[in-house]
């Protein structure tokens, strides 16, 4: 079985039939430990399953944009043959600190606060170690082909066969054009979901089967960051800090950090809860206006920015998680929500689920049987991992924050004393849509847009408007392609959307993807899309306040470029 390196190498009108054995979404950290895996168990098998790896962006490591520390614990593990001291990471931990920022001052906390702590860790590029870990798989027989997005999956009544890459060469309007491709139909005896946060097979698969009925609805956070380069000495490799407070209000869920990278750059950048209730609050003003503060432009004042990115955390922990399997089918790392709060991390928790998956898909090849009762295995597994005794350590995290931060900080207080239960009674706290949280425009007081309104001004030195910070973000789109940001109803838009909340769309995007314009003679507002700018956060999917834009993949290798972030 073979496909093709590039999808323009193979002039096809009608759609292919691909076999093989596990079918992999996703070319991350996840998808890539299940993979790597499952090679290890089936080793010495007669017959060696194939497994193949498809990832929609340009190359491995392109659309990765999530953590800068990782625990290394799980790649430990992972790869017991490899040095840990051969792994690519840029630095340890060597300090670190958290601190509370007024719109002036930056206190240090006397004590690093629990959970939050990061001896042993290392500062890491993300996108190196995905591509290091495809050349490791690639090297045990996994196929593995950036390029491709897939569009759909492929079910047989309600069991999942396979999936669906996407049609290209397809105008605006969904005609096909001369050099129109119908996507490949690849039929896998069992599919991993690894896309990411709110992946958009994962979304509409759960939708389908109902996957997270007996779940808490999943809340996020939008991460927005960048990569500067500064001089030798002005922060050195190893060095962490996290922030509370300022650009944040007391009732919004959010922090700021830095990262020393390798002693020559840094990553800065700030995640934002996203039940907050301001629908002009704006989280890549929120990231310049943080660097303004005197104690990071302190940091980058001699420096220059080389990237920027943003993508969406899943926060909402063990309540949140959907059920990760079913007929043919499993969810891996972020997709299904594995994420420990407070301290913000995935990385090795993504990678135990990739592997925790792969023995379950080992054992159902084995016996031959894909069914939900044999991948049942996979939750069983999980119930037993340091996965979910991490997760459980935390469970009630979030929501407690979803109250504000000082009575988020009473209730996880409460929850270290009781182990993660807290005070509720049944233990299980509640969470809500993060789309069911906003007030209407005229309700709120003193809107994020026009409080800093006179500090948004761009100087193209410390701070940047969106446009430009797309550009960092070296994100390229097939301009002829189909939108693949879907407004459902653009009158809902324009009748309801636009005068109740002001079109929150245009301050939560982080691209400015949706822009609101004025018609000069009739004074009405409207919603102008700009789909090339997109960088694939898909904060849209999960904020709008009506459910009205659904995010969809665009053209296999579209999107942006995350190099060496």
Partial sequence: MELPNKRSHIPMSKSEIIETDILIVGGGVAGLAAAIHLADLTVDSDKKPGILVLEKGSSIGSHTLSGAVIDPSTLKELLPGIDPKDFPFESPVKKEGVYF?????????????PFMGNHGNFVVS???????????????????????????????????????????????????MDNFQAGNEIHAKITILAEGTRGSL?????????????????????????????????FEAGRIMHTLGYPFEFNHFGGGFVYG????????????????????FDSHAGLQLYKKHPFIAKILEKGKPLRYGAKTIPEGGLYSLPRFYHDGVMIVGDSAGFLSMPSLKGVHLAIESGMLAAKAAFEALKKNDFSKKQLQFYEELFKKSITHKTLS???????????????GAFHFATQILTGGRGITPSGKMKTHEDAACYKKLADVKNPFSKKYEKELNFDKKLTFDKVTDVFYSGS??????????????????????????????????????????????????????????????????IKDPFGNIEWAVPYGGDGPEYENM
């Fill in 101 to 113: 920022l007024t719109p002036k001052l930056a206190l240090q906390a006397p004590f690093t606060p």
């Fill in 126 to 176: 993300l996108g190196k170690v995905t591509r290091w870990l495809a050349e490791i798989a690639e090297k045990k027989g996994v196929q593995v082909y950036p390029g491709f997005s897939v569009s759909e999956m492929l079910y047989e009544d309600d069991r999942v066969i396979g999936a669906r890459t996407i049609d290209t060469g397809v105008d605006k309007h969904g005609h096909p």
């Fill in 202 to 234: 994962t979304k509409v698969l759960c939708r389908k089967l109902k996957l997270n009925e007996q779940s808490n609805p999943q809340v996020y956070s939008t991460g927005v960051k960048e990569l500067w380069e500064v001089p030798e000495g002005t």
């Fill in 261 to 280: 990278l390798n002693g020559r750059q840094v990553v800065v950048g700030i995640a934002a809860g996203l039940d907050y209730t301001d629908p002009t």
């Fill in 393 to 407: 350590r935390t469970r009630n995290f979030r929501a407690g924050f979803g109250y504000g931060m000082i009575l």
């Fill in 476 to 541: 390229k789109h097939d301009e002829e392609q189909p939108c693949h940001c879907h407004v459902l109803d653009i009158n809902l838009c324009r009748d309801i959307c636009i005068p109740q909340y002001g079109g929150p769309c245009q301050h939560f995007c982080p691209a400015e993807v949706y822009e609101i314009v004025t018609d000069p003679k009739t004074g009405k507002k409207d919603l102008h899309l700009h789909p090339a700018n997109c960088v694939h956060c898909k904060t849209c999917d």
